[in-house]
């Protein structure tokens, strides 16, 4: 489970490079580059004559504390020290980026990796305390440089990290369950008794049979599990997957939680669009059957941009937005009035977000010069 701090993180790697605090003895700046932006830079609240740099992304004067330019509330700038450009601490508390860690001590504190840490009480995976009941017997069931891992134990509780314990468990066999497929989350664990989602048992689970066979979908020699529950399937290897989020065995369609999507003619149902799914007689968006939808002329809505002048197609079809030749349908609605003829949407540069629009009116967005341009050019004047 790739949580908020490890995109930022990636994110922050790849997109951007920073050039750091400048102090020139009369103020402290920050300068930042990106491709978006170019240079960058602030002056920062900070006493020139006492602000050291500490990392590349730390530093402190007499008084604050600063990541990234900006003031870490609470810290004390005399005491405040970095750890290393992710970790820091001072007198009273420890920081991930310019985050406190609650409860951590900064006198025992130490790093182990960006992801797991320890002091003298806990752990603590990405910034966030494991609450380790034992911590003589814990074991990290992964790597501890891997955001993939996210199981660890001790003699009394398994961990689902960083959110949760589960008491019970068998020690020895505890352990991450198996995996048949590539596209896997890993919020599975078992033991020699039970079968665990994240820090939930699975009701009546095999685990000497139990595998995870794709993302958050379990099987074991009974039937299929959706995260901790229990489904009406038998055999997820019978399956084939239609679109993001429907299945068939070729006699019966079910949706995402495997329920039977009522009305589904196997034969002919099929993905039309991320969203949009339709057979001979009905079309859906996700499982909700549009209302007097001509099947045969239905199609979801394009999205296109204008770049260097000229429209362009964006993406294949939009989430939310179909047609067919009478009506215009937002999800599992009809857009009373809309056109099908003229609805678009389009990103106009001068636009701050994607215009929706027909040649009678905007739903959403504002009508700029080069949507008033567009109009015009093809429909007329307005």
């Known amino acids: 489970m790739l949580n908020c701090l490890s995109l930022l993180l990636t994110f922050f790697l790849l997109s951007s490079c920073t050039t750091g605090y400048e102090n020139n003895g009369k103020e402290v700046r920050w300068h930042t580059w990106n491709e978006g932006s170019g240079h960058q830079s602030y002056k920062i609240n900070a006493d020139s004559k006492t602000f050291v740099t500490l990392t590349h992304d730390y530093g402190k004067d007499n008084v604050h504390a600063f990541y990234c330019g900006q003031i870490i509330e609470k810290a004390d700038g005399k005491t405040f020290r970095a750890i290393n450009n992710f970790y820091a601490c001072d007198k009273k508390y420890v920081y991930l980026f310019e985050k406190i860690i609650v409860g951590a001590d900064p006198t025992s504190f130490k790093v182990l990796s960006y992801y797991l840490a320890e002091d003298k009480n806990d752990y603590y995976w990405e910034g966030k305390a494991i609450t380790v009941k034992d911590k003589t017997s814990f074991v990290l069931l992964g790597k501890d440089d891997n955001w993939q891992t996210q199981w660890a134990k001790d003699q009394y509780n398994g961990y689902f990290l960083p959110d949760g314990s589960i008491s019970g468990i068998d020690y020895e066999t505890f352990r991450p369950a198996p995996q048949t497929s590539t596209n896997h ?75 039977i999507l009522p ?15 339709k057979d001979r007689k009905h079309v859906w968006w996700n499982t909700s059957l549009l209302p007097d939808v001509d099947v045969d002329t239905f199609s979801p809505i394009k ?31 009809i857009i009373l009035g809309a056109d099908p003829n003229s609805f678009e949407i389009i990103d106009f540069p001068d636009a701050e977000s994607w215009t929706i629009f027909d040649k009678n009116r905007i739903y959403s967005g504002n009508k700029t010069l080069q949507l008033q341009e567009y109009l015009i050019k093809m429909y007329g004047e307005q």
């Not at 664990?189 to 095999?206: H, I, L």
């Not at 196997?266 to 799914?277: D, Q, R, V």
């Open 185 to 259: 989350s890993g919020n599975y664990a078992v033991d020699k008794n039970r079968v665990y989602f994240e820090n939930k048992v699975v009701t009546n689970a095999d685990p000497s049979s139990f595998k995870e066979v794709d993302w958050n979908i379990g099987q074991d020699k009974f039937r299929v599990y959706k995260g901790e529950k229990p489904t009406q399937l038998k055999d997820y290897n019978r399956l084939n997957k239609i679109g993001r989020s429907m299945y068939t065995d070729g006699i019966t369609i079910y949706d995402a939680d495997f329920y």
């Open 263 to 277: 009305d589904a003619d196997a034969a002919t149902f099929k993905c039309i669009g991320e969203n949009w799914y």
């Open 303 to 333: 999205n296109y941009c204008f770049r260097y002048g000229k429209k362009e197609e964006y993406n294949s079809c939009d989430f939310n937005y179909g047609k067919d030749a009478y009506h215009v349908f937002f999800q599992d609605s």
